[in-house]
C-alpha cells in the first residue's frame, strides 16, 4: 500500500516538533491515522467507518 504524504498534526497536539501528536491524512476513498512516535504503524479507515465509530463514541 502506497501511504499518502499529506500529513497534518492534530492541533491537539500543541506547538512544536513534538512525537506526542496523532497525524491524518487523506486520499481519495479512505483516511489514514498515525501517532508522530511510531509513523510506521498506520491506521487506515474508510469515512464512513471512523464516523460510525466517532458517533458510537459520543
Known amino acids: ?8 498534526k492534530s492541533s491537539y497536539s500543541g506547538e512544536g516538533d513534538g512525537n506526542a501528536c496523532v ?3 487523506s486520499t ?3 483516511l489514514h491515522l498515525r501517532e ?4 510506521a504503524t498506520v491506521l ?3 469515512p464512513a467507518s471512523l464516523g460510525h465509530l466517532l458517533d458510537a463514541l459520543r
Request: glycine share 0%; no cysteine.
Open 44 to 46: 487506515t479507515v474508510t
Open 23 to 25: 497525524e491524518l491524512a
Open 36 to 39: 508522530s512516535d511510531t509513523p
Open 28 to 30: 481519495p476513498t479512505t
Open 1 to 8: 500500500m502506497t501511504l499518502p504524504d499529506n500529513w497534518q
